[in-house]
């Protein structure tokens, strides 16, 4: 069997002396590995950067089999941000994540799509907050969109500030003040209100962190993802 399709490098695992085991989130053809001889070079390391988007080509006998990838680099994403830690982490997370969440073979192109965009906006103002606003989107493509548009309690649409952690629906501010300890914060940004900032990723991350932990991959986030949300509250406390 074989097939041709577009993927953006999600993870490399070394694999004997010169190889490497390569994750790729494709197309049209989902979340794929497959084994690139001679990965490890120096010449082929760049194309293994996770976030580079490759042209790539499987060879195997069964689609269940490992199979044989060769890659040709299209874009390298990540080399943008050397000089900018933080957002090259956001970057390693999406990937670890889209690694972590996503079935095995199964097409999900507005993912696809949604993951280069959001590479495309990490040179923005508002990186972080397109970043959280991407795995709000992941949750909805994956069965488990949040429902953000008026409270659960009142219906009423206005003045929204909390997410109860059960049903991820919205909560108004006084429905929910007798149990604002036990609701998640709601970031303005995600519903039209506000720009964002520190504070407001920093409560975005751990929002959209609690659902992909207990509705998609039923266990912890990647430590790529934990540690991005690590480096934004440590941002957050610099600045009070």
Do not use: K
Request: proline share 6%; aromatic share 6%.
């Amino acid at each position: 069997m074989e097939w041709s399709d577009q993927g953006v490098v999600l993870s490399a695992r070394p694999h004997g002396e010169t190889s490497a085991v390569v994750t790729l989130l494709t197309r049209d053809h989902g979340r794929h590995a497959g084994m690139v001889m001679g990965g490890r070079s120096s010449r082929n390391r760049a194309a293994l950067e996770p976030g580079t988007l490759v042209s790539a080509r499987w060879r195997g006998r069964l689609p269940e089999h490992l199979g044989n990838l060769t890659l040709e680099v299209v874009q390298g994403y990540s080399a943008a941000f050397l000089d900018d830690p933080l957002r090259l982490a956001t970057l390693t997370a999406a990937c670890a994540l889209a690694e972590a969440a996503l079935p095995e073979h199964q097409p999900h192109p507005a993912l696809f799509d949604g993951l280069l965009a959001l590479f495309g906006l990490l040179s923005g103002d508002a990186w972080a907050e397109s970043y959280v606003r991407w795995e709000v989107g992941l949750l909805a493509e994956l069965g488990f969109g949040l429902d953000l548009d008026r409270c659960a309690v009142t219906g009423a649409n206005d003045y929204l500030a909390y997410v109860s952690p059960r049903t991820g629906r919205a909560v108004s501010a006084s429905a929910g003040e007798p149990y604002r300890d036990r609701l998640l914060p709601l970031p303005g940004f995600l519903i039209g209100l506000g720009g964002g900032g520190p504070q407001a990723v920093a409560e975005g991350l751990r929002l959209t962190g609690h659902f992909l932990e207990r509705h998609l991959l039923n266990g912890p986030l990647p430590p790529a993802r934990l540690r991005l949300r690590e480096r934004y509250e440590n941002t957050v406390a610099r600045r009070r």
